[in-house]
């Protein structure tokens, strides 16, 4: 049958206007559902209402099982309709008007523009009584057949040893595992289901995760504040959950890490709401300048005591906001200077030096290789102290090692009786180039000139001149000076992670041009400054979603859920 459909809704203008459709079907169907030719929406329209059909030239309606419909304000459950006829169905109404050449049937529709929109749901089976279903044999079926495929049938596999003739006849494993295991799961474990499920019907618990991982630290930590810290990390007390709550086996595709940023914002997100939370955890609802706050540096700062026999250096760990953070390394290092071609240049071959002549990724790609006088500085900074002895150097790290090593030299100067004339070289700017003439007895004179030595080493050049050195004014040479311990930072962030690596190469920088693009050492003139990027400068590349010329970034992308923990000052840093 050929019907044409003529809709009338209500124009932009508040006019009349329709829009007519063409049906071919053997049936026209009129209901609720959305397999309905017709679909009409109305709390007394049933999903398959009525049905109009054709035959010998007349069109009849008739009405499925339980429902009525109005023609011509009558309500029948089927009837023959013609020209002029009107139908009402649920506040529609349809009238039939004389079909054109080629359809069998026209019909005018007007909706009833009343239909509120939670009416909708009666056009969705959405309770059992919509289906030929009941309710209390379906339950008792389904009960049956998950106690006999999730508790009998597993039982049975459970029980007995070896293989006997009925269990060949059982359903495997596949018909209650919703997937394979994990990839390297499958590699240390295979078929053995009880190194993880121990105990029959009960859930995975987390001891036997940790049986294998036994390198995972927890994600909240209590007591997380380091000895003479202010805080490091934010900890609560809470519970966060089995292991399995996240990590989910036998899902496909096989892949256990959770990445999404709602597992991170749920608590950070209203850090006040968590029980035992660490007065210094900040609320973080996303990467933005709005949602994130500035970085935090863990800083080494050294406390000291002076003592009779000299000063002592206790190191804590402090953090504090990045801006306006100052290192106390006890290192003079002045980055401009050193970079800058006009004054410093690579021995090897007279070129620039670059951020790489100090600084060398480790394994790790994430933080540097130690900074240390005999691989980083000895190569420029010589530690020679007498131009007569050229390749004569003093140890480094112990100032009372290095006037030793000068008395022993100059004692056996001055007492050799096949002493010859010094060795004129060129020499550096810091090197002493005049002759040390003496009358006095050999003892004495190595005596003085020790003690000379000692005091342009630690107050006019040498040692002076890149450490913090203490003149304590005794007349024992050997107490007077004391070098200051240097310290130097070898992870600022250590509740973060930042893959160096991906960095080296930008836009529109690689090489040293990437580093000082966050790093500016060329306008760096003192080690006591940070030359850490804060929030602002991530942010320029980096968003929490897809934009335009930056990188999207999730809270895993520097944020371990299960961190190596809390490090240790010595981790932390390094002597030089």
Not at 133 to 143: G, T, V
Not at 372 to 393: G, I, K, N, W
Request: aromatic share 6%; charged share 25%; net charge negative.
């Amino acid at each position: 049958m050929d019907l044409l459909l003529r809709e009338l809704y209500v124009a932009v203008d508040q006019g009349q206007e329709f829009l007519d459709r063409e049906l071919s079907s053997n049936e026209i169907t009129i209901g609720s559902a959305q397999d309905q030719l017709i679909q009409l929406i109305g709390i007394d329209i049933k999903s398959a209402h009525l049905v109009l059909k054709e035959s010998d030239g007349v069109v009849n309606v008739k009405c499925m099982r339980g429902c009525k419909v109005s023609i011509n304000d009558k309500l029948v459950g089927s009837a023959a309709i013609s020209q002029g006829d009107v139908l009402k169905l649920g506040g529609h109404s349809l009238k039939v008007f004389k079909a054109p050449s080629g359809f069998d049937l026209a019909l005018e529709l007007d909706p009833d523009q009343s239909v509120d929109s939670s009416v909708y749901q009666y056009a969705y089976r959405t309770k059992l009584t919509d289906t030929w279903l009941s309710k209390r044999k379906p339950a008792w079926i389904l009960a049956a057949a998950v106690l006999l495929l999730g508790g009998f049938l597993p039982a049975l596999f459970m029980s007995g040893d070896g293989e006997t003739s009925w269990r060949a006849f059982l359903p495997t494993d596949k018909l209650w595992i919703s997937g394979p295991l994990l990839p390297a799961h499958n590699v240390a474990m295979g078929d053995d289901c009880s190194a993880c499920h121990r105990i029959p019907f009960q859930q995975v618990q987390d001891e036997a995760c940790l049986s294998c991982h036994t390198n995972l630290s927890d994600h909240v930590v209590l007591n997380s504040s380091l000895p003479g810290q202010d805080a490091i990390v934010g900890a609560a007390s809470t519970e966060v959950g089995r292991c399995a709550s996240c990590h989910k086996e036998h899902n496909e595709p096989a892949y256990m890490v959770v990445d999404s940023d709602a597992l991170c914002t749920d608590c950070h997100n209203e850090p006040d709401s968590l029980e035992g939370t660490n007065p210094h955890m900040q609320k973080v609802s996303g990467f933005s300048e709005s949602d994130h706050p500035a970085f935090e540096v863990a800083l080494l700062v050294p406390e000291q005591t002076n003592r009779a026999t000299g000063a002592l250096f206790d190191w804590q760990v402090v953090e504090r906001r990045l801006a306006g953070a100052t290192e106390s390394s006890n290192l003079k290092f002045p980055h401009d200077l050193h970079l800058d071609v006009e004054k410093v240049r690579n021995t090897n071959d007279g070129t620039a030096l670059g951020c790489d002549a100090c600084h060398t990724l480790s394994a790790d790609m994430e933080h540097f290789v130690p900074i240390s006088m005999e691989a980083h500085c000895q190569a420029c900074h010589e530690l020679t102290f007498d131009v007569s002895s050229p390749d004569r150097q003093l140890p480094h790290g112990h100032a009372i090692e290095a006037i030793f090593a000068m008395e022993g030299y100059f004692m056996r100067s001055y007492s050799n009786p096949k002493k010859q004339s010094a060795v004129v070289r060129r020499r550096l700017p810091d090197k002493r180039a005049e002759r040390f003439d003496c009358n006095e007895s050999a003892f004495d004179c190595a005596e003085r000139r020790t003690r000379e030595e000692a005091v342009n080493q630690f107050s006019l050049r040498g040692c002076v001149t890149c450490h913090e050195v203490e003149d304590f004014q005794t007349d024992d040479i050997y107490t007077r000076f004391q070098v200051h311990p240097v310290r130097l930072s070898q992870d600022f962030i250590p509740s973060a992670i930042f893959d160096h690596r991906s960095h080296l190469t930008q836009k529109d920088a690689e090489g040293d041009k990437a580093c000082l693009s966050c790093h500016p050492a060329t306008q760096s003139g003192s080690s006591t400054e940070l030359l850490i990027p804060d929030l602002d400068n991530c942010l320029g590349c980096h968003s929490d979603h897809s934009i335009a010329d930056t990188v999207a970034l999730d809270c895993i992308d520097c944020h371990a859920y299960h961190p190596v923990g809390h490090k240790p000052a010595s981790y932390l840093s390094r002597s030089l």
